[in-house]
């Protein structure tokens, strides 16, 4: 199995940046694809973005295309997502997540493992 620790959140001013990280424990790590998802209070879970075993596949959403970027450090047993430009409507508790299934996968309850999350504040 794998556990998964976020972190790397926190309070930035809108069209700042942040990297966010998810460190991995089990010896069956590199054979998960891995995503970012993030939830509001009051909204469903939401796909940010995934990376396949490798981090030669990456897929995101309109969201987050152009201003998130994903990878993966397998070596360190480490996912990022780096985020540019934000929003206030960035903010949100971020969760990353590992999946065993096909790639790229969106929805969430296909996902095995989850961390705890990190939350980021985005203001005006």
């Known amino acids: 199995q794998v556990q998964l620790v976020e972190s790397g959140g926190g309070l930035v001013q809108a069209g700042g940046s942040l990297r966010l990280s998810c460190a991995a424990s089990?010896?069956?790590?590199?054979?998960?694809?891995m995503a970012w998802f993030r939830q509001t209070p009051g909204k469903e879970r939401e796909f940010a973005a995934a990376i396949s075993l490798t981090g030669v596949g990456q897929h995101y959403s309109d969201s987050a295309k152009g201003r998130f970027t994903i990878s993966r450090d397998n070596a360190r047993n480490t996912v990022y997502l780096q985020m540019s430009s934000l929003k206030p409507e960035d903010t949100a508790v971020y969760y990353c997540?590992?999946?065993?299934?096909?790639?790229?996968?969106?929805?969430?309850?296909?996902?095995?493992?989850w961390g705890q999350g990190t939350q980021v504040t985005v203001s005006s």
């Open positions: 997540a590992a999946d065993r299934g096909r790639f790229p996968e969106v929805r969430g309850n296909e996902y095995d493992y």
């Open positions: 089990g010896v069956s790590y590199a054979l998960y694809n």
